[in-house]
């Protein structure tokens, strides 16, 4: 499996380097590994991109995916169904492509909540400066979460950290496989706080489950929660 990271700070100004687990998520994907920052100085945030990729089939794709647009993209995990994704094509790739071309949020849930299999993601979505995240309704692909005390930290996300923490401070959860994650940083940089507002999966009955050939079919509701619970305020 891939190992992904990226780190937000509520201000645009780089002053030394992100920390992370560099040796670990190495670990998790030999085969092309390569960074990428993201800053907006307009609206005071910047975010930090670490892609290290397992090559399994397709194209050998380096991440962090990015276009011309200022869209970022980390995956791991696989698609079995949902998207069609070409024997010779790589699904992080088509996925990005998809994922990319949506043009407002229902669209990136309707998306995400078709895919089939394993997988986390984060993508950062340029224009409405949103940061998504999340993973498969079972959890099947590790994402871990870190809420700082400070703006230079406000938020950490990736597959693997240290252990044991270097610090009784550091606080490492998974991220709940409870739905997907947004998180404005636009306005997020105005309060100099994290918040993340939660689209939460929404599944049929085990009888309708049955009735469609054996797929269960995952949904996500549109309705905004905030999980006081899984958050800590930075600042």
């Given at each position: 499996?891939?190992?992904?990271?990226?780190?937000?700070?509520?201000?645009?100004?780089?002053?030394?380097?992100?920390?992370?687990?560099?040796?670990?998520?190495?670990?998790?994907?030999?085969?092309?590994?390569?960074?990428?920052?993201?800053?907006?100085?307009?609206?005071?945030?910047?975010?930090?991109?670490?892609?290290?990729?397992?090559?399994?089939?397709?194209?050998?794709?380096?991440?962090?995916?990015?276009?011309?647009?200022?869209?970022?993209?980390?995956?791991?995990?696989?698609?079995?169904?949902?998207?069609?994704?070409?024997?010779?094509?790589?699904?992080?790739?088509?996925?990005?492509?998809?994922?990319?071309?949506?043009?407002?949020?229902?669209?990136?849930?309707?998306?995400?909540?078709?895919?089939?299999?394993?997988?986390?993601?984060?993508y950062y979505q340029k224009k409405k400066h949103n940061l998504w995240f999340g993973r498969d309704f079972f959890g099947r692909r590790s994402l871990l979460w870190r809420f700082g005390e400070n703006p230079e930290e406000a938020?950490?996300?990736?597959?693997?950290?240290?252990?044991?923490?270097?610090?009784?401070?550091?606080?490492?959860?998974?991220?709940?496989?409870?739905?997907?994650?947004?998180?404005?940083?636009?306005?997020?940089?105005?309060?100099?706080?994290?918040?993340?507002?939660?689209?939460?999966?929404?599944?049929?009955?085990?009888?309708?489950?049955?009735?469609?050939?054996?797929?269960?079919?995952?949904?996500?509701?549109?309705?905004?929660?905030?999980?006081?619970?899984?958050?800590?305020?930075?600042?």
């Amino acid at each position: 499996m891939c190992g992904i990271c990226c780190c937000v700070r509520l201000t645009a100004d780089v002053i030394r380097p992100y920390s992370e687990n560099v040796l670990n998520l190495r670990r998790r994907g030999p085969d092309s590994s390569s960074r990428l920052l993201a800053t907006d100085t307009c609206h005071k945030y910047s975010c930090f991109f670490s892609g290290h990729v397992l090559h399994l089939r397709g194209e050998l794709t380096p991440q962090p995916l990015h276009d011309r647009d200022g869209n970022v993209f980390l995956w791991n995990g696989e698609v079995f169904g949902g998207v069609d994704i070409p024997g010779t094509a790589n699904d992080a790739q088509i996925i990005f492509e998809h994922i990319a071309s949506c043009d407002n949020e229902h669209e990136i849930l309707e998306l995400i909540s078709k895919l089939h299999g394993p997988w986390a993601f984060i993508y950062y979505q340029k224009k409405k400066h949103n940061l998504w995240f999340g993973r498969d309704f079972f959890g099947r692909r590790s994402l871990l979460w870190r809420f700082g005390e400070n703006p230079e930290e406000a938020l950490c996300l990736t597959s693997v950290t240290e252990l044991p923490c270097k610090s009784d401070d550091v606080q490492w959860h998974e991220v709940p496989a409870s739905g997907i994650f947004k998180c404005n940083l636009s306005s997020c940089a105005e309060i100099k706080s994290i918040k993340v507002t939660l689209y939460s999966w929404m599944s049929n009955t085990k009888e309708e489950q049955l009735e469609k050939n054996g797929k269960p079919l995952f949904l996500m509701t549109l309705k905004s929660l905030c999980p006081k619970l899984y958050l800590k305020m930075a600042g």
